[in-house]
């Protein structure tokens, strides 16, 4: 598809920005979106630009942002209507084309090359249309990365914030991307920044023009992965709206009101972890062949271990058996604890799976009554409410354990 036109639409601090559209006053002065400041969950969800002027960043403690501005404004996240803006926005997307792949609550790539004849072939004028529609019609604006590719695409859109247009073509990414951090990329982050750093890569170009069978060797598949993203040569294909994208992991994280030392308060914290991996597991059909248990201590350095499953599950009490033996194995006894995240991996389709073992496995420990007690559970949950049933240890805990789900931050990140 050499001649594909791809959006990459990405809402201007989004959460902010509907928060101000509720409170307009909120436009002067710098404000973030918090958790609860009283608990160690009190982070920052996203912020203003004014509050990003004081170098403010997401995911940061609120005691954090307060030392760099002492007056920051703080509001408690609004949910129901984040997601509302979001489906008001992608409507608004859905109207030009049905090529609409949502990346995250703020953000999604549009194919537009179907609709250009409309705009005299110019795709700087529906971008400008877009934006003038969504400021106009929901309030918030929106920044724009066009480009041939989605990695480009997205890329483009971080550079002109916020409201703004950036366009990638193949004449001119060589002077307008590979000059740029390798950071700027898709898929490197700040470990993998500096791994590139120590073999002499630091910009998109050297990442680019760097040996593929020696970039293969030292990141493995994601070293392949890496240049195809730096060349422009990335060709994936926009999911068409409410297209299903494929589940990779379901994953759940805490950090508890104070840290966990004891092993039947691990316990505690892994169970609660494991009931709502395990319940949005079997919500999804699937079942996980692996878990991966993370491991936050109180000077916030944290260690990843992950364990195969003997066989597919999307029961919790074999997820938090295993996540207790990843922990007893790498995890000193006694020492603190400040946060957990249990991610069930290598996703299968449960109905698939079932036949299987049914067929050529025998019925080891019950594990039929097992599932069958799960989804009755599911089943009473669903009609009578997600509080209906609860693993007894959660009730009246003192670990800041309630049976909900997480949130996002403003970069899609979860926080329970």
């Known amino acids: 598809m050499k001649n594909r036109i791809i959006f990459h639409c990405d809402c201007d601090c989004f959460f902010a920005s509907v928060e101000q559209t509720f409170h307009p006053e909120y436009k002067n002065v710098p404000m973030a979106i918090a958790g609860d400041p009283k608990s160690r969950r009190g982070i920052i969800l996203a912020k203003n630009q004014l509050a990003k002027g004081f170098g403010i960043k997401t995911a940061e403690t609120v005691w954090a942002a307060q030392q760099k501005c002492p007056e920051l404004l703080l509001a408690p996240p609004r949910r129901r209507a984040y997601g509302e803006f979001c489906d008001r926005v992608n409507a608004i997307y859905e109207e030009y084309t049905d090529l609409v792949e949502r990346a995250g609550i703020d953000e999604s790539f549009l194919d537009v090359t179907g609709c250009l004849h409309g705009f005299q072939n110019d795709p ?16 918030i604006t929106v920044s724009i990365g066009i480009s041939w590719n989605k990695i480009f695409a997205k890329l483009g859109s971080d550079r002109n914030k916020p409201s703004g247009i950036f366009v990638v073509t193949r004449e001119n990414f060589r002077e307008t991307v590979w000059p740029l951090p390798v950071t700027e990329l898709f898929l490197v982050g700040r470990n993998t920044a500096a791994a590139l750093k120590k073999i002499g890569i630091t910009t998109i170009g050297e990442l680019a023009q760097a040996d593929r069978l020696f970039l293969r060797q030292t990141f493995g598949k994601m070293g392949d992965q890496l240049h195809i993203n730096a060349a422009g040569k990335e060709c994936g294909a926009v999911r068409r709206t409410n297209e299903a994208e494929q589940v990779k992991s379901v994953g759940n994280g805490l950090t508890f009101s104070r840290d966990l030392v004891t092993r039947d308060e691990i316990h505690t914290g892994v169970l609660a972890l494991c009931h709502s991996v395990a319940r949005r597991l079997r919500r999804a059909g699937l079942r996980c062949m692996t878990v991966q248990v993370t491991i936050k ?83 009473i949950r669903t009609k009578y409410g997600k509080y209906s049933i609860l693993p007894g240890v959660i009730l009246h805990n003192d670990l800041g354990i309630t049976d909900r789900d997480e949130e996002d931050d403003e970069d899609g990140n979860k926080h329970k």
Not at 124 to 139: D, N, T, V
Not at 306 to 323: C, V, Y
Not at 332 to 349: E, S, Y
């Open 124 to 139: 700087l004028l529906l971008a400008r249309e877009l934006q003038a529609r969504i400021e106009r019609e929901i309030g």
């Open 297 to 379: 201590d109180t000077s916030l350095r944290s260690i990843q271990r992950q364990k195969s499953i003997a066989r597919p599950t999307f029961l919790a009490s074999e997820l938090i058996d295993t996540a207790m033996e990843i922990i007893q194995a790498n995890w000193q006894a006694g020492k603190p604890i400040r946060l957990i995240t249990v991610t069930a991996q290598n996703l299968v389709p449960a109905e698939e799976t079932a036949e299987q073992l049914s067929f050529f496995a025998p019925d080891e420990g019950g594990s039929k009554k097992a599932e069958s007690l799960a989804k009755a559970t599911d089943a």
